[in-house]
Antibody, heavy 122, light 105 residues
């Protein structure tokens, strides 16, 4: 059974940093691309960051609003994906979901974690 | 970025109804289109990828069609557990989602 378990969310002041972690199990982590998708309270889904499998170069991509502030990385030895969030803004407040693609570094999300809430407020 | 527009935003239906949700892309995304279902208070769930392929375990009453810029999600006979919000996701380039369609009673 594929499991994606996020952690690291919480309340943080604007301008500060936070690192989210996603521990995975139930599949060969190294074979899949991973991504982070967020959902602001009462709003829709926004694709935030993407990292290809190491075999495909581990290339990363970001949505425009977080590029230069957020960084996605992966630890294939421990099957964990991270999202480092710097210079946080109030508009970054959202539930952050860790996601696995359906193969081939496609960015099509097949599995979703349960999410972790990040609240940016003074 | 490619913009995804879903219609309608809200859909009222009854159990047993055939339901159709549309998703239009601002430019061609070929077949690189997925659909997701989200129930209140829950994480989304993947339903369909490459426009028409069901994810493992998804009931056969769900189907997807389309290519290029126009796509459709169809539920052939709406069940009580299908009342939810549905999102399309393009992944031709940087991925983006539609704004969602709420299917309500």
């Amino acid at each position: 059974e594929v499991q994606l378990v996020e952690s690291g969310g919480g309340l943080v002041q604007p301008g500060r940093s936070l690192r989210l972690s996603c521990r995975t199990s139930g599949f060969r982590f190294g074979d899949y691309a991973m991504s982070w998708v967020r959902q602001a309270p009462g709003k829709g889904l926004e694709y935030v960051a993407f990292v290809k499998s190491k075999n495909s170069g581990g290339t990363t991509e970001y949505t425009t609003s977080v590029r230069g502030r957020f960084s996605v990385s992966r630890d294939d030895s421990n099957s964990i994906v991270y999202l480092q969030m710097n210079s946080l803004k109030t508009e970054d407040t959202a539930v952050y979901y860790c996601c696995r693609d359906n193969g081939g570094n496609s960015r099509a999300v097949e599995f979703w974690g349960q999410g972790t809430l990040v609240t940016v407020s003074s | 970025d490619i913009q995804m527009t879903q219609s309608p935003s809200t859909l009222s239906a009854s159990v047993g109804d055939r339901v159709t949700i549309s998703c239009r892309a601002s430019q061609s995304v070929d077949k690189w289109l997925a659909w997701h279902q989200q129930k209140p208070g829950q994480a989304p769930k993947g339903l369909i990828y490459t426009a028409s392929n069901l994810q493992t375990g998804v009931p056969l009453r769900f189907s997807g069609s389309g290519s290029g810029t126009d796509f459709t999600l169809t539920i052939s006979s709406l069940q009580p557990e299908d009342f939810a919000t549905y999102y399309c996701q393009q992944y031709s380039g940087n991925s983006t989602f539609g704004q969602g369609t709420k299917v309500e009673i």
